[in-house]
């Protein structure tokens, strides 16, 4: 019985382990969960997210500690981003009035924490979106379109990001060298520098 009791305890230890990974991922927790389970779209991961079942057996347990590390998670993000003033490259068009709220409330982290409850963070890799598979925002698009990132209402790009859309422009500039480019391929790539210049711009100023 001890046996099997410690087993469970060193599973259970795991699995909570690498729901605090997915959460963490900067690629975000929905790509992760929906090649864990082995699903065909991320409309069917988000669905069982959200609570949804079929004939399929779902890990729940599981699912609810991604939840419960993601919503840790982004009570760190947004009290990195209302605690600071460094500037944004998208998002300070409604980060700035929280930040303003911030400064002056009584109880700063219980206000954090219900401005964190009740938004959705995903992570993108270059961003973060407040959008979702259900309509909001580009349903997703955006993990492979980094530029549908940049104006945005459901978008936030912080300094964190910087190294990405240094790397995503410097790509296109290499790209831009190679021989065979064409002009489709030339006119894509200067129209992916050019947002990721405004962006760079941004960050290296305040956001307006």
């Known amino acids: 019985m001890w046996l099997l009791s410690c087993e469970y305890s060193h599973s259970h230890q795991f699995r909570r382990t690498y729901a605090r990974?997915?959460?963490?991922?900067?690629?975000g927790d929905l790509l992760t969960l929906r090649d864990h389970f082995g699903h065909y779209s991320l409309d069917m991961t988000t669905f069982y997210a959200d609570g949804g079942t079929d004939?399929?057996?779902a890990d729940i347990e599981l699912f609810e500690m991604v939840l419960a590390e993601k919503q840790v998670r982004q009570t760190e993000v947004v009290k990195n981003y209302l605690t600071s003033?460094?500037?944004?490259a998208n998002g300070g068009h409604w980060l700035e009035g929280w930040r303003s709220t911030i400064r002056t409330a009584t109880n700063k982290e219980e206000l954090i924490k219900q401005y964190a409850d009740s938004i959705s963070l995903s992570g993108t890799g270059?961003?973060?979106?407040?959008?979702?598979a259900k309509g909001n925002g580009c349903g997703g698009l955006c993990i492979f379109e980094a530029q549908l990132c940049v104006d945005c209402k459901y978008g936030i790009i912080g300094q964190e990001h910087r190294p990405v859309?240094?790397?995503?422009?410097?790509?296109?500039y290499e790209a831009l060298a190679l021989a065979d480019i064409g002009a489709v391929g030339s006119a894509r790539a200067h129209e992916i520098i050019i947002h990721a210049e405004k962006v760079l711009s941004r960050l290296d100023k305040k956001y307006c």
Do not use: M
């Open 126 to 132: 270059h961003s973060w979106c407040l959008g979702s």
């Open 55 to 57: 004939e399929f057996e």
């Open 85 to 88: 003033d460094t500037p944004l």
């Open 165 to 172: 859309w240094e790397g995503i422009r410097d790509q296109q």
């Open 21 to 27: 990974s997915i959460a963490k991922s900067e690629l």
